[in-house]
């Protein structure tokens, strides 16, 4: 029979946390040593409460990825990049656009940083989600996703469906089936998906908090219109009956080549990047009712081929940092907003 040997230690390193704790489990000689969280997590009105107080989150999405690993990056490598996000004063991570490494989760709980984790899925059309094999996919994935993860502290929220047609009719009752699938497993934290289609999903009363992927300044006019957009946002939400609801900025940057600079800031240049950042974020942070910003992305990542027209290098390059982590101008940008 199992025996419950060991519970409530501290976390290695934070003696004076009490919410991180472990337990030994042996059967005969065979033993498992785990760790789980003791926190909450709670939309109330435009806020977002840990441990019943109000939080901002200040952070990056980020890809597995690296030149040299691969989608397999080695325990000091995760470890070494959360120096860095941390040495901005970032407190978030979305985990884009997949479940992520049991070991990375790991380091997060260890160094307390809040994570958004989501279910594969990236730009599905309407004809898509309403395939039946990719929904049982779906919700096999949302399954495996909770029941894997559900007792890292570090995740706050789940998400699905990265802007895939929320907007269409027809994409409504799938978002009803994979949301209610998601609270079902897990009605402790708050669910949410982003959305790249303002003024026309048709899917957001499904969630507890509303995240919107947006590149004002890039795809979308000129880095001086972030605090329109966001007030137009606010207004069309509030029309819509979801003004009492909290908006996480899931997505925007701007591509920036390593090593490329201009003196006319042109676009791909890294002062056109880090001007894109500013802009963002100065109105992002003081937007009421925003209660995150997640800048795309953390390091530049590889791309398909045939993305290579729109993308130099092969390359996602909307990375503070290069591929190898080595910092662009947008990097100082981020932690001084992050910081201040």
């Known amino acids: 029979a199992a025996a419950l040997v060991e519970l409530g230690n501290p976390r290695l390193g934070h003696p004076d946390d009490p919410h991180l704790y472990t337990v030994e489990i042996r059967v005969g000689c065979d033993d498992l040593i785990d760790r789980f969280g003791v926190r909450t997590v709670e939309v109330r009105g435009r806020q977002l409460l840990l441990n019943g107080k109000p939080i901002v989150l200040k952070g990056f999405n980020r890809h597995e990825d690296h030149p040299d690993w691969g989608h397999a990056l080695p325990g000091p490598l995760m470890w070494r990049d959360l120096d860095i996000i941390e040495a901005t004063g970032a407190n978030f991570l979305?985990?884009?656009?997949?479940?992520?490494?049991?070991?990375?989760?790991?380091?997060?709980?260890?160094?307390?940083?809040l994570f958004w984790e989501e279910a594969t899925a990236w730009q599905f059309s309407?004809?898509?989600?309403?395939?039946?094999?990719?929904?049982?996919?779906?919700?096999?994935?949302?399954?495996?996703?909770?029941?894997?993860?559900?007792?890292?502290?570090?995740?706050?929220?789940?998400?699905?469906?990265?802007?895939?047609?929320?907007?269409?009719?027809?994409?409504?009752?799938?978002?009803?089936?994979?949301?209610?699938h998601i609270r079902r497993l897990d009605p402790t934290r708050p669910v949410t998906y982003a959305s790249h289609r303002p003024f026309?999903?048709?899917?957001?009363?499904?969630?507890?908090?509303?995240?919107?992927?947006?590149?004002?300044?890039?795809?979308?006019?000129?880095?001086?219109?972030?605090?329109?957009?966001?007030?137009?946002?606010?207004?069309?939400?509030?029309?819509?009956?979801?003004?009492?609801?909290?908006?996480?900025?899931?997505?925007?940057?701007?591509?920036?080549?390593?090593?490329?600079?201009?003196?006319?800031?042109?676009k791909w240049s890294e002062e056109?990047?880090?001007?894109?950042?500013?802009?963002?974020?100065?109105a992002i942070l003081r937007q009421p009712g925003v209660v995150g910003a997640a800048v795309w992305q953390f390091c530049d990542t590889r791309t398909s081929d045939d993305r290579f027209a729109g993308r130099p290098r092969n390359y996602n390059n909307k990375g503070v940092l290069d591929e190898y982590r080595r910092p662009k101008l947008a990097y100082n940008v981020v932690k001084r907003h992050y910081l201040g």
């Open 126 to 180: 309407a004809e898509q989600l309403n395939d039946p094999v990719l929904q049982e996919q779906q919700l096999t994935c949302i399954e495996e996703m909770i029941v894997a993860h559900a007792n890292h502290p570090s995740i706050i929220m789940w998400g699905l469906l990265n802007e895939c047609e929320s907007g269409a009719a027809q994409a409504r009752p799938i978002y009803e089936r994979l949301i209610g």
């Open 94 to 113: 979305r985990g884009s656009h997949y479940p992520n490494n049991d070991l990375f989760l790991d380091f997060l709980d260890e160094r307390g940083l």
């Open 272 to 282: 056109y990047q880090a001007d894109v950042l500013d802009a963002a974020l100065e």
């Open 200 to 266: 026309t999903d048709r899917c957001l009363d499904l969630v507890d908090i509303i995240s919107f992927n947006c590149y004002v300044g890039w795809y979308d006019g000129e880095p001086g219109k972030w605090s329109e957009w966001l007030e137009a946002i606010q207004k069309w939400l509030n029309e819509a009956g979801l003004g009492d609801r909290p908006i996480i900025i899931s997505e925007f940057g701007a591509g920036g080549v390593p090593g490329v600079h201009s003196f006319d800031r042109q």
